[in-house]
């Protein structure tokens, strides 16, 4: 019985734990600051690079307003990794199984969300976004404030371009991960990836 009991209880332990460190980090580490980004273009090719990222831009908003379709990931490379405080996932399947979820928990919720700012600073490669959702739940509404970091590249094909890695920040808090702190961000990557496989294990149901 003790040994069932253990069985239970770490896993438990370990993921109140790993929570309770990001939501303090979340409350006290602090803010990061707007990344510069890189040109190595004439301004006029500036702006010809902006004018075409309107559309790749408008399917992330889409993802983020919980109103995108499976159109809405086709500058998204198949190849793509994203992370944010809670998921990382790998590759456009993955990301792709995450939306019809999404709008059917609003639903379920009579919940919305709207993105109340989104404002991008454009990079030869790199795009950053400083953006603010609003969740609404019922009665109940909150907004979360976040920077989003996306890396480009060239489609094979020569046509315009796409993400190939994604970062959201909530509240501009730098992420949790292998890179910030080895054995605490190892654990917080382990619990990003076990809410990948429960959330895909949902669609998958």
């Keep these: 019985m003790k040994v069932v009991s253990l069985l239970i209880g770490t896993p438990i332990l370990a993921y109140t734990g790993v929570t309770s460190h990001l939501l303090y980090h979340l409350k006290y580490a602090p803010k990061k600051a707007l990344p510069a980004p890189n040109w190595d273009v004439s301004e006029s090719e500036r702006e010809t690079v902006v004018k075409n990222r309107e559309e790749l831009l408008k399917g992330i908003q889409e993802v983020y307003a919980a109103t995108a379709t499976l159109d809405s990931l086709k500058h998204v490379s198949d190849d793509v990794i994203f992370e944010d405080p809670v998921v990382k996932f790998y590759g456009k399947r993955e990301m792709s199984c995450v939306i ?101 294990t949902s669609a998958a149901g």
């Design 100 to 200: 019809p979820i999404m709008k059917k928990s609003l639903t379920a919720s009579s919940g919305t969300q709207t993105i109340e700012k989104f404002q991008t600073v454009h990079g030869q490669n790199e795009m950053y976004v400083d953006m603010c959702v609003k969740f609404t739940l019922g009665s109940r509404s909150f907004t979360l404030p976040s920077l989003v970091s996306i890396l480009l590249r060239k489609k094979a094909t020569g046509e315009g371009e796409e993400v190939v890695h994604m970062t959201e920040e909530y509240l501009w808090k730098p992420l949790l991960n292998r890179d910030s702190s080895l054995i605490l961000g190892a654990c917080h990557a382990a619990m990003k990836r076990q809410e990948v496989l429960v959330t895909l």
